[in-house]
């Protein structure tokens, strides 16, 4: 089935350690995103990408990485700089072309809980 | 800057009755697209419509309908003879043509109560 795989489901970390969150896409999709979840507060983004090997911050990168050697991957670090890690992480791929002319489609999300 | 309002944090209807949905968006590109989003409790979120700036029908499907206008920059979005499975929180978001970003309201809580 083509789609958007996100892993784990959820996700345990200690206090100052780095974590990587998975997103795998069979859609052929150009475009991929990382979006933050928090209660009341919408989505808000955190990089998105719109090629291979290219990747632009969104309005809350600090504390964040990502890469994106293959088409198919996006994967998110969660560096010990980000201050507030807990939160509910979606990640995302669209047609893209450069042109916003294409919706999103979601993972089904990471819930990340740093203690 | 692109950015997208919904001022409804939540609303709780009783179940049959017509709920609208506001979403009000600022761009300074003439040339955009509009989309809505449904997120249930399970998390994942589904794509429900995509508007383009030059097309302001306003189009209707099944028991969803949205009225996009222009002037006033809304993308309002109305169930009509709701049901408890449209229970869930709903998104507004925007993106312009310069590139794929897209950027989402902080959503719209909607209960529908049997």
Same mark, same amino acid.
């Given at each position: 089935?083509?789609? =958007?795989? $996100?892993?784990p489901?959820?996700?345990? #970390?200690?206090?100052?350690?780095?974590?990587t969150? &998975?997103?795998?896409?069979?859609?052929?999709?150009d475009?991929?995103?990382?979006?933050r979840?928090?209660?009341?507060?919408?989505l #808000?983004?955190?990089?998105? &990408?719109q =090629?291979?090997?290219?990747? $632009?911050?969104?309005?809350?990168?600090e504390?964040y &990485?990502?890469? #994106?050697?293959?088409k198919?991957?996006?994967?998110?670090?969660?560096t010990?700089?980000q201050k507030n890690?807990t939160?509910?992480?979606?990640?995302?791929? &669209?047609?893209?072309?450069?042109?916003?002319n294409?919706?999103?489609?979601?993972? $089904?999300?990471?819930?990340?809980?740093v203690? | 800057?692109?950015?997208?309002?919904? *001022?409804?944090t939540?609303?709780?209807?009783?179940?049959?009755e017509?709920?609208? !949905?506001?979403?009000?968006?600022?761009?300074?590109?003439?040339?955009?697209?509009?989309? @809505?989003? %449904?997120q249930?409790?399970?998390?994942e !979120?589904?794509f429900?419509?995509?508007?383009?700036s030059?097309?302001e029908?306003?189009e209707?499907?099944?028991?969803?309908? @949205?009225?996009?206008?222009?002037?006033?920059?809304?993308?309002?979005?109305t169930?009509? *003879?709701?049901?408890?499975?449209?229970? *869930?929180?709903y998104?507004? *978001?925007?993106?312009?043509s310069?590139?794929? %970003?897209?950027i989402?309201?902080k959503?719209?809580r909607?209960?529908?109560?049997p």
């Amino acid at each position: 089935d083509g789609g =958007i795989t $996100q892993s784990p489901k959820y996700l345990f #970390r200690k206090e100052g350690q780095n974590v990587t969150l &998975s997103c795998e896409q069979n859609l052929n999709h150009d475009a991929m995103y990382w979006y933050r979840q928090d209660p009341g507060q919408g989505l #808000r983004l955190i990089y998105y &990408s719109q =090629i291979v090997n290219d990747f $632009q911050k969104g309005d809350i990168a600090e504390g964040y &990485s990502v890469s #994106r050697e293959k088409k198919e991957s996006f994967p998110l670090t969660v560096t010990s700089a980000q201050k507030n890690p807990t939160a509910f992480y979606l990640c995302a791929s &669209s047609m893209g072309e450069g042109s916003g002319n294409t919706e999103a489609f979601f993972g $089904q999300g990471t819930r990340l809980t740093v203690v | 800057a692109q950015k997208v309002t919904q *001022a409804q944090t939540e609303i709780s209807v009783v179940e049959k009755e017509d709920v609208t !949905l506001d979403c009000v968006y600022e761009t300074r590109d003439t040339t955009y697209y509009l989309f @809505w989003y %449904k997120q249930p409790p399970s998390g994942e !979120l589904v794509f429900l419509i995509r508007r383009n700036s030059f097309d302001e029908q306003n189009e209707i499907s099944g028991r969803y309908s @949205w009225n996009f206008q222009k002037s006033t920059s809304s993308f309002n979005f109305t169930i009509t *003879a709701s049901q408890v499975v449209d229970s *869930a929180v709903y998104f507004c *978001a925007l993106s312009e043509s310069r590139d794929d %970003k897209i950027i989402f309201g902080k959503g719209t809580r909607l209960h529908i109560l049997p």
